[in-house]
T-cell receptor, first 111, second 108 residues
Framework: DTGVTQSPTHLIKTRGQQVTLRCSPISGHKSVSWYQQVLGQGPQFIFQ???????GRGNFPDRFSARQFPNYSSELNVNALLLGDSALYLCASSSTGYEQYFGPGTRLTVT | GIQVEQSPPDLILQEGANSTLRCNFS?????LQWFHQNPWGQLINLFYIPSGTKQNGRLSATTVATERYSLLYISSSQTTDSGVYFC??????????FGAGTTVTVRA
């Protein structure tokens, strides 16, 4: 079975730009969550979607938004990028919303 | 939100040694997972263990939910066990709250 996939693997953007990250969950999983991991820290929760509806949101500004599509894949959008948005962005999928399986991540660098 | 503390922050082992990693959490939980983060950043699932004891090869884990802690045991450590180990929990919602991790270095 294919695990969680994310694209792109790496991304370099300039301050003020916008970025879209993509995630495909494990087949059969209806829940997708997004996490941000800054170097040296544990991941921080951004969003969870279940059956295409937002089920939870972490303490992130409105510049961060996400959506889930009918095939359960998801996109994370970040507008007006700041240097502090440089991080590893992790996507996780779950069949129930509880036990979560993570993808390889997208490493975003903002210059 | 729920607080998660992991100890020790760093652990250096000789190959073949045994070790115990600890995770304390501040509230009752309905989900607790242990992960190993590889050098490329991917989080590898080790255990889903909101309570009880599980074993998988040289790794085992125990969660005592009533006392709000979990332990991860690594036996006969190998160099491939090196990396960062995270404990993550969720309470009455679905978001995982992570600890700061334990960095394990296994020397040959």
């Amino acid at each position: 079975d294919t695990g969680v996939t994310q694209s792109p693997t790496h991304l370099i953007k300039t301050r003020g730009q916008q970025v879209t990250l993509r995630c495909s969950p494990i087949s059969g999983h209806k829940s997708v969550s997004w996490y941000q991991q800054v170097l040296g820290q544990g991941p921080q929760f951004i969003f969870q979607y279940y059956e295409k509806e937002e089920r939870g949101r972490g303490n992130f500004p409105d510049r961060f938004s996400a959506r889930q599509f009918p095939n359960y894949s998801s996109e994370l959008n970040v507008n007006a990028l700041l240097l502090g948005d440089s991080a590893l962005y992790l996507c996780a999928s779950s069949s129930t919303g509880y036990e979560q399986y993570f993808g390889p991540g997208t490493r975003l660098t903002v210059t | 939100g729920i607080q998660v503390e992991q100890s020790p922050p760093d652990l250096i082992l000789q190959e073949g040694a045994n070790s115990t990693l600890r995770c304390n959490f501040s509230d009752s939980v309905n989900n607790l997972q242990w992960f190993h983060q590889n050098p490329w950043g991917q989080l590898i699932n080790l255990f889903y263990i909101p309570s009880g004891t599980k074993q998988n090869g040289r790794l085992s884990a125990t969660t005592v939910a009533t006392e709000r802690y979990s332990l991860l045991y690594i036996s006969s450590s190998q160099t491939t066990d090196s990396g960062v180990y995270f404990c993550a929990v969720s309470s009455n919602d679905y978001k995982l709250s992570f600890g700061a991790g334990t960095t394990v270095t296994v020397r040959a």
